[in-house]
């Protein structure tokens, strides 16, 4: 039986309730069956990417069971400072 479509705000709902994340930001888009984006909070802070990895995958598997892999993609831990770089190049070569 395939797996019951996953609103935006069940995911959301989940990751913040299950991390307890601290002013969480979500910039999240849907392809296919499956959302993927990036979740934003300072709750990240201090933490490797490995372990940011760990937590999301943790909390979905907590929340959702096996169903997790067919409903989430890819998802990026960031904190808000992490966010907010500057990507462009502003000088140099």
């Known amino acids: 039986m395939p797996a019951m479509p996953l609103r935006k705000h069940q995911l959301e709902d ?3 309730n299950r991390l307890r994340l601290i002013e969480p930001q979500f910039v999240l888009e849907k392809m296919g069956r499956k959302w ?3 979740i934003i909070s300072t709750t990240f802070k201090g ?3 490995l ?3 760990q937590m999301l995958w943790d909390a979905l598997e907590a929340t959702f069971g ?3 892999v067919l ?3 890819t998802l990026l831990a960031s904190t808000p400072e ?3 770089v500057n990507l462009v190049p502003t ?3």
């Open 91 to 93: 000088g140099g070569h």
């Open 47 to 49: 933490r490797r990417d």
């Open 51 to 53: 372990e940011r990895q």
């Open 66 to 68: 096996a169903e997790s």
């Open 71 to 73: 409903i989430v993609g």
């Open 36 to 38: 993927s984006g990036s």
């Open 82 to 84: 992490e966010w907010e």
């Open 14 to 16: 989940a990751l913040t």
